[in-house]
């Protein structure tokens, strides 16, 4: 069993920047590819970025890219998404997610795969 708790989320303007931490429990950390999602209100939830398990592989949705970076310290059992340049359209609750895969390669993009989930954190942009 893994737990993930997210924090980092806030209200604030766009153009602003925000580092979400999702902490993991277990020892076993280094064996979860990580990824990111995000669900807007009324919108279905979206994948937002993902990370192998060694962290050398990362992958990021279209809308993402080059604003936000996904990265992980398997020391420290957590993983991170700095979102810079941030815009109204960013504002959802983030989750992160964890993967037991057998590959440290192994990139997850899709939610159902993803075997744990956190509770999310909030991120408001005003414009």
């Known amino acids: 069993q893994v737990r993930l708790v997210e924090s980092g989320g806030g209200l604030v303007q766009a153009g602003a920047s925000l580092r979400l931490s999702c902490a993991t429990s277990?020892?076993?950390?280094?064996?979860?590819?990580m990824g990111w999602f995000r669900q807007a209100p009324g919108k279905e939830r979206e994948f937002v970025a993902a990370?192998?398990?060694?962290?050398?592989?990362?992958y990021y949705a279209d809308f993402v890219k080059g604003r936000f970076t996904i990265s992980r310290d398997n020391a420290k059992n957590t993983v991170y998404l700095q979102m810079n340049s941030l815009k109204p359209e960013d504002t959802a609750v983030y989750y992160c997610?964890?993967?037991?895969?057998?590959?440290?390669?192994?990139?997850?993009?899709?939610?159902?795969?993803?075997?744990?989930w956190g509770q999310g954190t909030q991120v408001t942009i005003s414009s």
């Open positions: 990370i192998s398990r060694s962290g050398g592989r990362t």
């Open positions: 997610a964890a993967d037991a895969t057998f590959s440290v390669y192994t990139i997850v993009v899709v939610s159902r795969e993803y075997d744990y």
């Open positions: 277990g020892r076993t950390f280094s064996s979860y590819a």
